[in-house]
């Protein structure tokens, strides 16, 4: 059973209605207890980073996304979920929920040149550059185009957790994969096709 982690941060809608596209039973819930028996978890977010960690700690899903993580069970973050998984975000210097070590930082940090040549946030469709294996990159079509919406970028400290990334002025990490965490900074359930087939993977494999 497929759980979606419901902390008032996350795009739910349009994630409950790819998984029902895609036949996929699911439990939604504001309850940690109420997915404790889920076998794999999808963590959506949008917004902003503090409000999404002050959420998580009062609904007590803070520790339990760590805990079933630590357990083995695989999780799927999206836009703001894969962002807050890491340890710290400079989006009001928040601490997040440090399951993989690294930082996310504005795109203008990165690189001060980009305030002339690109607007920030990010948004629209961009394809990727895959580098190496991942489970929930299977199948996916050629030449394919996702969504994006950010204004922080994914700084993993080790650059092989990157999986795919996409080019807005810098190489944005596009794709995680850390053992059993995934995670996506683009909204596979708003990406057409392409997408659903990244979520069928991951709620199949």
Known sequence: MIGIIDYNAGNITSVERALKHLNIDFILSKNPQ?????????????????????????????????DKVANG???????????????LSEEGNTPCLGLIPGQIKHFYTIDPSLKNKLKVPHMGWNNLEFQG???I?????????????????????????IK??????????????????????????????????????????
């Not at 069970?73 to 340890?87: N, R, V």
């Not at 990159?137 to 957790?161: E, G, M, R, T, W």
């Not at 057409?192 to 979520?199: D, E, T």
């Open 34 to 66: 109420e997915l404790e028996n889920c076998d794999k978890l999808i963590f959506p977010g949008v917004g902003d980073a503090a409000y999404a960690m002050q959420e998580l700690k009062k609904s007590g899903f803070e520790s339990f996304i760590k």
């Open 137 to 161: 990159l299977k199948d996916l079509p050629a030449n394919a185009d996702y969504y994006f919406v950010h204004s922080y970028v994914i700084c993993p400290d080790d650059s092989k957790v």
């Open 133 to 135: 294996d991942c489970p």
């Open 73 to 87: 069970t695989p999780l799927l973050g999206i836009c703001l979920g894969s962002q807050i998984i890491f340890e």
């Open 164 to 205: 795919a990334r996409a080019d807005y002025g810098i190489k944005v990490p596009a794709v995680i994969q850390s053992g059993n965490i995934f995670a996506c900074q683009f909204h596979p359930e708003k990406s057409g096709q392409a997408g659903l087939q990244i979520l069928k993977n991951f709620c199949l494999m």
